[in-house]
């Protein structure tokens, strides 16, 4: 196995557990969950739509039926983690730090995707080389 597969499938599993031991935080501690949104200054809605978030994301990856399905999850994932270090850092409480390694697993899981996966992402910039 290539540095690029190991890379690529450590740091994707990695970002997986992340997504979904937070969606099941989110299900398992809801109360707790919805008093932190209340700090942020969230509505309690998002929860419901995060959890679903936090579970479709790491499915799309990880199975990758469709590479613009992937791709979507990612910039979805993209943007969640940049507003959650946002969030933490202006709330001052000191979450942005988990935030900022599931960012750095996401940029390495996002750029050595084409050298791990048989069908390579389009959106991933070529320096970075494909399988191919």
């Known amino acids: 196995?290539?540095?690029y597969r190991i890379a690529?499938?450590?740091?994707?599993?990695l970002l997986c557990l992340i997504y979904l031991g937070g969606a099941a935080?989110?299900?398992?501690?809801?109360?707790?969950?919805?008093?932190?949104?209340?700090?942020?200054?969230?509505?309690?809605?998002?929860?419901t739509v995060l959890i679903v978030a936090k579970i479709a994301a790491p499915l799309a990856i990880l199975s990758r039926v469709s590479v613009p399905l992937s791709d979507l999850a990612y910039a979805g994932m993209f943007f969640h983690l940049l507003l959650a270090i946002s969030a933490h850092l202006n709330v001052g409480d000191?979450?942005?730090?988990?935030a900022s390694v599931g960012l750095v697993l996401l940029l390495i899981s996002f750029f050595t995707q084409n050298?791990?996966?048989k069908t390579p992402s389009p959106n991933v910039p070529q320096q970075f080389g494909s399988l191919a």
């Open 25 to 47: 935080a989110y299900i398992m501690q809801r109360p707790m969950v919805e008093e932190g949104f209340a700090n942020f200054g969230y509505p309690s809605y998002l929860i």
């Open 8 to 13: 690529y499938w450590v740091s994707t599993a």
């Open 1 to 3: 196995m290539t540095p």
């Open 94 to 98: 000191g979450g942005f730090f988990p």
């Open 115 to 117: 050298r791990a996966r």
